[in-house]
């Protein structure tokens, strides 16, 4: 029975994979979070991989708080370096097991005009970054990983952007924006059939493993006050939605002003068809059932 372990089950990406796994008939889903596997603990990780001998990892789990990283170094580190070591040294033990990897576009200084491709030079600007950044060189270090950098993710489950400006739409009048960092939105509904359509390409041999960095985030690109915008417009929310400067909101983490990925590689290694973040962002609100 080929399996698929999936790290960091409870995110925005593991639930996303939980609810769509019956694409990918054949194997076998495990899904754990942090209660079931502390992937920080080395000796945790080795029992737990050398028992269920997954064919593939997916490994969503990260420490995601931007922000409080800057000052959780070492825990944010934990989580997103040294783990990711740790399952490295277990699947040297398994001879065969694929990763594929979640990284993130904070490994760029968002200097770019253009969007960066998976060969530009990678340089964090924050602690999450340069964690991130550090797990991605450990998880390079063994020839069966696939890394996927995304960016800008939202969905049904937990605390994302397009949710907060929903809220916000119901407490406040007028909400500003920031105007000066550019990107994409991505849904993780689309990231999670992207992932899932790879994983059955190599559990099934159907096109040749090809490892090392890929970049996933939905088609186009926008402001995060363009991002408001759109939500308020298909939501048509009744709030004023003004644009602002990133100084205006000083953060403890700076964020890049620029952090577009080439979706180039991903597409033209593994076929995979990527609709525009406007596409999604629209689906996904008019599917989205109201919190109770």
């Given at each position: ?116 491709d998976e060969d ?36 049904e489950y937990g ?6 400006i929903l809220r ?125």
């Amino acid at each position: 029975m080929k399996r698929i372990l999936v790290t960091g089950a409870k995110g925005q990406l593991g639930m996303e994979i939980r609810a769509q796994q019956e694409k990918l008939k054949g194997p076998e889903f495990c899904f754990m979070d942090i209660e079931e596997l502390d992937i920080t603990n080395k000796d945790e990780v080795e029992r737990t991989i050398g028992r269920i001998k997954p064919s593939i990892i997916i490994n969503c789990a990260a420490y995601t708080a931007v922000d409080r990283a800057e000052e959780d170094i070492e825990y944010a580190w934990a989580v997103n370096a040294t783990a990711v070591k740790n399952i490295i040294d277990a699947a040297i033990l398994s001879p065969g097991m694929k990763l594929i990897h979640i990284s993130t576009d904070f490994v760029f200084d968002g200097e770019n005009k253009i969007p960066y491709d998976e060969d530009a030079n990678a340089l964090p600007q924050s602690v999450y970054g340069r964690s991130k950044l550090k797990g991605e060189e450990y998880a390079l270090s063994y020839p069966g990983t696939i890394i996927i950098r995304t960016s800008w993710l939202y969905s049904e489950y937990g605390g994302n952007f397009v949710k907060t400006i929903l809220r916000l739409a119901g407490e406040k009048d007028e909400i500003k924006v920031v105007n000066d960092q550019t990107g994409t939105p991505t849904w993780a509904a689309d990231l999670a059939a992207a992932v899932l359509y790879i994983s059955r390409q190599i559990i099934f041999k159907e096109k040749k493993f090809l490892p090392g960095i890929y970049h996933y985030s939905n088609e186009g690109r926008c402001s995060w006050y363009d991002f408001a915008c759109e939500i308020k417009r298909i939501k048509n929310l009744d709030i004023e939605i003004k644009p602002a400067s990133t100084t205006e909101y000083p953060l403890p983490a700076k964020r890049p002003s620029f952090s577009v990925l080439s979706l180039e590689k991903i597409k033209n290694t593994y076929d995979v068809e990527i609709p525009s973040w406007q596409e999604s962002l629209e689906k996904f609100l008019n599917s989205l059932k109201p919190e109770k």
